[in-house]
Structure formats: structure tokens, C-alpha cells
């Protein structure tokens, strides 16, 4: 788990209007999703994930891995934290997920794991 990008993706949430997060479509063109966010960021750009043009619209894109798959990679979850965080379907209420709701739901997981950081390469 890389602990780092998620603390500061949980910052960034903290930040992000409501009215500009969609949690239930990972197109990232005028709202976006946490990772979509994530993507938008100089930071998170600088260390490789971006969003790239698909046909359905813009999505989140590591190494050669996107959507989802690509949240997996670059965060370095399994896949069911992945989806515990970053999909909409994982929360109570995933019509209306708001940013802060997955921003608490990322500190919740760093509280409860103390592992440590994988080394980068």
C-alpha cells in the first residue's frame, strides 16, 4: 500500500466541491471520481497516473492499466480495498458519495494498517 499517495489523495478529497465529484461514473470529464481527481493532480501526474481519452470519455490511466485497474496498480491495493474505496456500489448511499465520505473511508484504512511502505521503483 503506498501510504503517502493516499494521505494526499484523502487531502485532495478534502478539497474537491461536492457538486464535482461522481463516484458512480468513471468518466473523468466535468466531475470526476476520486481517482479521476487523483489524476487531475500535478503530483499524482508527476509519479505516473494521468487520464487518458477512451470511447466512453476520459479515465484514470498507470503503467498500462486504466480505470479501476489502474487505482489498484498505482495505490498498491488488492483489488477489494480497491473497490471498497473507490467504487460506488461499496458505499451505503453510492447514488450521492461525496468526496469527503471517501476521503474518510482512506484514513479509516491508513488508521487501521500500519504496513509499511512498498519500495518504489
Known sequence: ??????ERLAALL???PADQFNLRHWDC????CAVGWAARDPGFQ?????LVGRELG????????????AAEA???????VTCNLFLSSRYWDGTDTRPDQVAARIRELL?????????TS
Open 1 to 6: 500500500m503506498h501510504r503517502d499517495r493516499l
Open 74 to 80: 498505482f495505490f498498491g491495493l488488492g483489488w477489494d
Open 46 to 50: 508527476a509519479e505516473g497516473l494521468r
Open 14 to 16: 478534502d478539497t474537491v
Open 29 to 32: 470529464g466535468t466531475t470526476a
Open 111 to 119: 488508521a487501521a494498517d500500519s504496513a509499511p511502505e512498498p519500495a
Open 58 to 69: 476520459l479515465v484514470p490511466k498507470y503503467d498500462d492499466e486504466t480505470g479501476i485497474w
